[in-house]
Each structure stands twice: as C-alpha cells, then as structure tokens.
Nanobody
Framework: QVQVVESGGGLVQPGGSLRISCTVS????????MAWYRQAGENQRELVAS???????NYSDSVKGRFTVSRDNRRNTASLQMNSLKADDTATYFC??????????????WGQGTQVTVSS
C-alpha cells in the first residue's frame, strides 16, 4: 500500500504566501514525477506544477513566477511554495505521484487534497 498525504493548506490573504507539502509512504521502489494539481469547485482539475526525480520542473502559465515546486528524494516529500497569492488560486490542491514497485513499472497515486483559500 502507498499513501500520499498533503498538508499545509489554509486561509491566507491576497498577496500572501503559503507552503503545502506532500509526503509519500508505504511500499514502493521508486518515485518518478511528483505533481501538484488543483480543483476549484466543479471546475476541471488542472496541473499546477510538477517535478521529476532529477529535479526538472514544469509550471502552468497561471502560476509561473509565483509558485516554486521542490522535492526531497531522501524523505519522499514534495513541496509547493506559493507566493503573491490571488483569489483565483483558491482551490483544493492535490498531490499526484508516479511510482514504481517490484511488480508494476509505473502506477499512480493521488492524495486526498488540501484546501487553500485566498481571501481578505
């Protein structure tokens, strides 16, 4: 079993900052890409940022220059530092992880999400 748990969400004022984290635990051999998605209400879930095992990053245009994704391969964690937050950033943020175990070359696990609300 593999567990993916997000933490660090909350309420922040416009222009403020917040850092959310994702921790992976359980039985697996390797973690490939770790990615952050967000979903606001009934809208489609969208990719926010991703980072490969070698540290290559990718960002959506809406967060480029404001958000920074990072990971710690020894601790199986990823973080998303969010600066200059806007009301439009309000959403539930999900961590998606691509993994490998002894029987599956690639499989995917999602976390349950953490709520980020940007409001005055």
């Amino acid at each position: 079993q593999v567990q993916v748990v997000e933490s660090g969400g909350g309420l922040v004022q416009p222009g403020g900052s917040l850092r959310i984290s994702c921790t992976v635990s359980g039985s697996f051999y390797n973690i490939y890409t770790m990615a952050w998605y967000r979903q606001a209400g009934e809208n489609q879930r969208e990719l926010v940022a991703s980072i490969t095992s070698s540290g290559d990053t990718n960002y959506s245009d809406s967060v480029k220059g404001r958000f920074t994704v990072s990971r710690d391969n020894r601790r199986n964690t990823a973080s998303l530092q969010m600066n200059s937050l806007k009301a439009d950033d309000t959403a539930t943020y999900f961590c998606k992880v691509d993994l490998q175990d002894l029987t599956r070359p690639v499989f995917v696990r999602w976390g349950q999400g953490t709520q980020v609300t940007v409001s005055s």
